[in-house]
């Protein structure tokens, strides 16, 4: 055996090609495939008639055999439970029937075109003293996505967060969740800006984001300016109008008054 050729992942409802190179003098008695473990393909070159016979035990794996050949097996729309062990396995010749194998694994995924979407208490602004509760959900997904929860940049302790189990719909896709809960203090605001982010990935073929920011808290609304006047001293003059000059004629006119009434008050007395 001089290597196999199988993809680590390989997308879900695609065609994929196995690749079996090994070197031999001459042609080997058989070339075996195996998927964990189970044979679902045998090539014998020196059967004329039908070297290729395939095996149906595997129900998870559909072979091409138009496109299959001795040393490349191709397979048809592969779905998940394709996903395994695949070995490949060649014997030679007598008289010492040297037999040589090798196996790896693929795994054939489901890869959502959408990102992550942020659930929960989202706010225009939070403000300090405010509990921020947000849960992060992934599409339908296999494998499952790892999420991640950030603020500002810097991903968030560990006693923020809530991992819910995965949930596992009939097609066997799966939706990952990761709720984000705590009191915001004066700290989580960075020149006035917050920063909220979960990112979602599968293994190295699906990385997306989805943030919820804002620049700056609001401030509160200050309410209106009520004009204050003091009131008079009881018994003092209220003084109307625009100008002082009123308020002086009254002045004067109380005086003349009062001075009218002590002379009138004098003069009855006499």
Not at 69 to 80: A, E
Not at 101 to 121: C, S, Y
Request: hydrophobic share 35%; glycine share 4%; with cysteine.
């Amino acid at each position: 055996m001089k290597d196999l050729v199988v993809p680590e992942q390989a997308k879900r409802f695609t065609n994929v090609t196995l690749e079996c190179i090994y070197e031999s003098r001459m042609k080997p008695i058989f070339v075996k495939w195996l998927h964990n473990d189970l044979e679902f393909l045998k090539f014998q070159p020196k059967d004329p008639v039908d070297p290729i016979n395939l095996f149906t035990d595997d129900s998870s794996l559909v072979v091409n055999a138009n496109e299959t050949t001795g040393n490349k097996v191709v397979l048809t729309k592969v779905d998940l439970s394709a996903s395994g062990n695949y070995t490949c396995e060649v014997m030679g010749e007598s008289p010492n029937f040297h037999e040589d194998k090798m196996t790896k694994v693929m795994t054939v995924v489901e890869i959502p075109d959408e990102k992550p979407t942020i659930e929960g208490d989202v706010r225009d602004h939070f403000a300090v003293g405010d509990t921020v509760n947000l849960t992060c959900t992934t599409p339908p997904s296999f494998p499952g996505a790892t999420l991640s929860w950030f603020i500002n940049e810097h991903e968030a302790p560990h006693d923020f967060l809530h991992k819910y189990a995965p949930e596992k719909s009939t097609d066997g896709l799966i939706v990952s969740r990761l709720s984000l809960n705590f009191k915001l203090a004066p700290s989580h605001f960075i020149s006035g800006e917050l920063r909220l982010k979960c990112v979602a990935s599968i293994l190295t073929l699906y990385t997306k984001t989805s943030e919820h920011s804002q620049q700056a808290p609001p401030k509160p609304e200050e309410p209106p300016v009520k004009e204050v006047r003091n009131l008079p001293e009881e018994g003092s003059l209220v003084t109307i109008g625009n100008s002082g000059c009123f308020s002086v004629w009254a002045s004067f006119l109380h005086i003349v008054v009062m001075h009218t009434v002590l002379i009138i008050s004098a003069h009855l007395l006499h």
